[in-house]
């Protein structure tokens, strides 16, 4: 069965610091990889996906990923992050799209 | 509709009590999915439909739990007999079509279940 690891429960990071949040999947084919951000009392907000193609992945708000199938993980990373980034951060996996498998999430603290 | 709206937002319930939780997709698109998310969880899938039709149902917890959208557009998520254990925030997304494809989320409905 798909599972999503995310190994980091909270991380906390300067403002402006670069930032790399971990995430591994078991899954037995080539998979769909997203990462979502929740802020509080909001709805999960879509940062970027992977379906195929290019393995470094553009989002919204500055993010990229890099799918590694040999190491089974689609790690998130910001070069400089901004207080406003301070959020739940969310990695998923999905094989048709209909039934996608949430990591635990991983809250960042940003300080000032 | 600009984004996937969902009510209330907010809900207590007495335990033994039924609710009802309601979704209103993005116009046109044709999968909906339900979510829990327990506190300090990921979302887990409990359901999804294409247009009417409930294909996976595989992540209700329980026969308490039923979800339909008879229309293909509006989905009701009801819990009967709630207990302690149902509260959770509810997710609900949909996407355009079938596969590959993003979903959208709503704001969620907090359930609080004493």
């Known amino acids: 069965a798909q599972s999503v690891t995310q190994p980091d429960i909270h991380i906390t990071v300067s403002e402006g610091a670069s930032l790399e949040l971990r995430c591994n999947y078991s899954y037995g084919a080539t998979p769909y990889l997203f990462w979502y951000v929740q802020s509080p009392g909001q709805g999960l907000q879509l940062l970027l996906k992977y379906f195929s193609g290019d393995t470094l992945v553009q989002g919204i708000k500055g993010f990229e990923a890099e799918f590694k199938r040999s190491q089974s993980s689609f790690n998130l990373r910001k070069p400089s992050v901004h207080w406003s980034d301070a959020a739940e951060y969310f990695c998923?996996?999905?094989?048709?799209?209909?039934?996608?498998?949430f990591g635990a999430g991983t809250r960042l603290t940003v300080k000032p | 509709g600009a984004g996937v709206s969902q009510s209330p937002r907010y809900k207590v319930a007495k335990r033994g009590q039924d609710v009802a939780l309601r979704c209103d997709p993005i116009?046109?698109?044709?999968?909906l999915f339900w979510y829990q998310q327990a506190l300090g969880q990921g979302p887990e899938f409990l359901t999804y439909?294409?247009?009417?039709?409930?294909?996976?149902k595989s992540g209700l917890p329980s026969d308490r739990f039923f979800a339909e959208r008879p229309e293909g557009s509006v989905s009701t998520l009801k819990i009967q007999r709630t207990q302690q254990e149902d509260s959770a925030v509810y997710l609900c997304?949909?996407?355009?079509?079938?596969?590959?494809?993003?979903?959208?989320f709503g704001p969620g409905t907090r359930l609080l279940v004493l």
């Open positions: 997304a949909s996407s355009l079509k079938q596969g590959k494809e993003t979903q959208y």
């Open positions: 116009s046109g698109h044709v999968s």
């Open positions: 998923a996996v999905g094989e048709n799209n209909n039934d996608m498998r």
């Open positions: 439909f294409q247009n009417e039709a409930q294909l996976d």
